[in-house]
């Protein structure tokens, strides 16, 4: 397989983990989005959306969107598996990996960062209240939950790692990037550290990846 | 089955058509999402983000995020099919849902538009030009998607309606709340326009709930 990726992705670092996991063989294309290249032509051949990731497997077209890649993956390919078999579970498993990709994400995502600076002249530091916003509104939703509900164990959703703990750990690695307090999160927190513990967490780290700053 | 929703919600309304569609009976709790109904102890206990939908099937925790909720159908439920047969025309599928749920949708909803009026001071009709942008940007790489990949059919995927097209009519009905400009997504209003022609569509319509404006 072939995906097109950027150290810095939080969706592409999702993907990069499942495909660790699974033992899946795959190169990696590094995108380089501050300079601007996902808007380049031969990329949005690719993904009209000029976003990472884009995955190829095989000869078909490319694959788009993190979740959905995440269920292409776990719906065709061997290795551990990264969903309950109960469908309750794999709701939930679900839910809480969709409060990270779609309620908390998108919102910190460079095009959004320019917009708010660009259309509403906001300095960096105050258009990054509305970084730190999103994401203190995620962990507080996530926390609660994580915190609360029966089905947390030592993973997001009980003792197998599953999408939502991707997720939880693509914004975890987040709110180092964006010098948010995380204080008030240690459920998160404990899971986060528990996942990045094990080797393909760690490997797929974006800091580990090309492009990325050193030291 | 029981669902808490609110007549405007675009991701009350996906669950809705998916409900109508698999011919499941379930009953509706509006949510008074402008008077803050979302963030009362009552509601928080359901559901922890303050977000509608949550549903509940039979004695089992409420289930959350609307694409969750729609994939639990899928696994767990009879009736009318929502996801193709194969796997990578259900990703296709699935990629333009989170095109649609994960990466425009949440720009908009009343906690980000609340926040950019309160924390930066701007008058509605500047905060605006952030929504029209977040829907413009989807709307522009839906329509370049479907206009020209070969899996766009009478639907979103082929000819029989899938997960994409629930959210694209989500999508498409906040164009005329939120007044967007729509003459440039000719594929995406053919492909909205045969989904509302569909009874359970246009059952499920917002302005066809309580609580929604009259005339």
Redesign the interface.
């Known amino acids: 397989m072939h995906m097109y990726g950027n150290w810095r992705s939080a969706a592409a670092f999702r993907v990069r983990i499942a495909l660790k996991l699974k033992g899946l063989a795959y190169e990696e294309t590094f995108i380089d989005l501050d300079a601007g290249d996902q808007h380049k032509p031969d990329f949005r051949a690719i993904n009209?959306?000029g976003?990472v990731p884009a995955l190829f497997d095989g000869d078909?077209?490319p694959?788009?969107?993190s979740?959905?890649?995440l269920?292409?993956l776990e719906?065709?390919k061997g290795g551990q598996r990264l969903l309950p078999e109960d469908?309750?579970e794999?709701?939930?498993s679900?839910?809480l990996?969709?409060?990270v990709?779609?309620?908390?994400?998108?919102?910190y995502v460079p095009?959004?960062r320019n917009?708010?600076m660009e259309?509403?002249g906001?300095p960096k530091d105050?258009m990054m209240?509305?970084v730190r916003?999103a994401f203190t509104?995620g962990l507080t939703?996530l926390e609660?939950?994580l915190a609360?509900?029966?089905?947390t164990g030592r993973f997001c959703q009980g003792d197998a790692v599953s999408h939502a703990d991707l997720c939880l750990v693509s914004l975890w690695v987040g709110t180092g990037i964006f010098a948010v307090d995380t204080a008030p999160f240690p459920t998160v927190k404990r899971i986060a550290e528990t996942c990045l513990a094990i080797p393909a967490f760690a490997e797929a780290h974006p800091l580990r990846q090309p492009g990325a700053p050193q030291g």
Chains 1, 2 share one sequence.
């Open positions: 009209p959306q976003a078909g077209p694959l788009t969107q979740l959905a890649i269920d292409y719906e065709t469908a309750r794999r709701a939930r679900r839910s990996a969709q409060l990709a779609c309620d908390t994400h998108p919102l095009r959004v917009f708010l259309e509403y906001l105050r209240t509305f916003h509104s939703t609660k939950r609360t509900e029966a089905g």
